[in-house]
């Protein structure tokens, strides 16, 4: 595989600027190799695993990628900053549980005060040699300031939207596009190309810039590329491959999925009983029957029932299925090694076929 070099690549010692997204519920040891050994860089998604389920995945990613113990893991653990909030005043907190594995990177997402946690980052490895790279995850260009000028991060990982409050009617529902990226974003960010020039324009020599939301083609991340990101984030397409570890139902109900099959809200948090995210982060998923009890005015109480009682019947109407925009892109599961190989060589040739124009 030819390489593409940016910022990112160098940082990360990586052959192509792809990173896979640190997913929650999809997420699994078997994905986050699989984008590393194709040339990427994979993340775990911390989710809410208690810290010896961090050391256990990040123990099995070890054995998998036959690293000896003691060196670094060519692997980013990504953490939620609300979730930290409860937990790492507690007598088992994820960070040093997390650090202690020497991972290459950690990333930190939807938190009031996420600079707390990069601090602690700080103060723990300045009593050692690894140094672990910070990536912070940014709706804003207030936001990718303040992680570059006062947080002093590694990363900045810009996540935009589509088109910012656009609704579109789909089935007879009312659908609001937001965030192209699945799971949890917020709903006020700019699009993603105006994201992405906005905080290079205000940060010039600011540290590189990773593109979220919505990617799944080769050309999406060479226009990327060339508009000045030095990588992207991969997170719905790798929904569609074997090591994603959503179950085969959630897999059919992607591969169903049109352009206008998702939408966001707090509807799905709600019946997931996955409440704490901070004010404007909402989360994407597959448009059900969790969407249209929300739409029809049930009470909470009300929705929670019917949604328990269809994943105890195994019913696929209340099946929650966290994904973004380029969902409807995607109609068939292949390895997510092969998806990563055939992104970056997708990008190669956008790249290639752009410099015959002038």
């Known amino acids: 595989m030819h390489a593409i070099k940016t910022r990112l690549t160098q940082l990360l010692n990586?052959?192509?600027?792809i990173v896979g997204a640190p997913m929650g519920y999809p997420?699994?040891?078997?994905l986050a190799c699989a984008v590393t050994e194709a040339g990427g860089f994979g993340m775990t998604g911390a989710a809410f695993d208690t810290p010896e389920k961090l050391r256990e995945t990040l123990g099995d990613i070890?054995?998998?990628l036959n690293v000896p113990s003691g060196q670094a893991l060519p692997i980013g653990v990504g953490l939620i900053g609300w979730v930290l909030d409860r937990t790492e005043m507690s007598e088992d907190p994820r960070?040093?549980?997390v650090l202690n594995e020497l991972p290459t990177a950690i990333w930190f997402a939807f938190g009031e005060d996420l600079g707390t946690y990069v601090r602690q980052v700080r103060a723990?490895?300045?009593k050692r040699q690894h140094k672990t790279l910070v990536f912070?995850?940014?709706?804003?260009?207030e936001e990718a300031?303040?992680?570059?000028?006062d947080w002093k991060v590694d990363v900045i990982a810009a996540q935009g939207t589509f088109i910012q409050g656009m609704l579109v009617v789909h089935n007879s529902r009312i659908l609001d596009t937001g965030v192209e990226a699945g799971g949890h974003g917020s709903s006020h960010a700019p699009t993603l190309s105006i994201l992405v020039s906005a905080i290079l324009a205000a940060l010039p020599n600011g540290p590189p810039i990773v593109a979220a939301g919505g990617i799944a083609t080769g050309p999406q991340v060479a226009s990327l590329l060339t508009l000045g990101a030095s990588g992207v984030i991969l997170g719905t397409r790798l929904l569609f491959t074997p090591e994603c570890a959503y179950t085969p139902t959630q897999k059919s109900l992607l591969l169903k999925a049109d352009l206008n099959a998702t939408t966001r809200g707090m509807c799905f948090d709600e019946v997931n009983r996955t409440l704490g995210w901070p004010e404007g982060i909402d989360g994407r998923a597959i448009a059900n029957g969790i969407w249209t009890d929300a739409q029809e005015g049930l009470d909470v109480e009300e929705r929670i029932l019917k949604y328990d009682e269809g994943k105890e019947k195994g019913e696929e109407e209340r099946v929650l299925v966290w994904a973004g925009a380029a969902a409807g892109l995607t109609k068939e599961i292949k390895g997510a090694g092969e998806v990563v190989r055939e992104i970056h060589d997708g990008a190669l040739e956008a790249l290639r076929t752009a410099a015959t124009l002038f």
């Open 14 to 17: 990586v052959t192509t600027p």
């Open 27 to 30: 997420w699994s040891a078997d």
């Open 62 to 64: 070890r054995k998998k």
């Open 95 to 97: 960070i040093p549980a």
């Open 124 to 126: 723990y490895e300045a």
């Open 136 to 141: 912070v995850c940014v709706n804003s260009v």
């Open 145 to 149: 300031l303040v992680a570059a000028n």
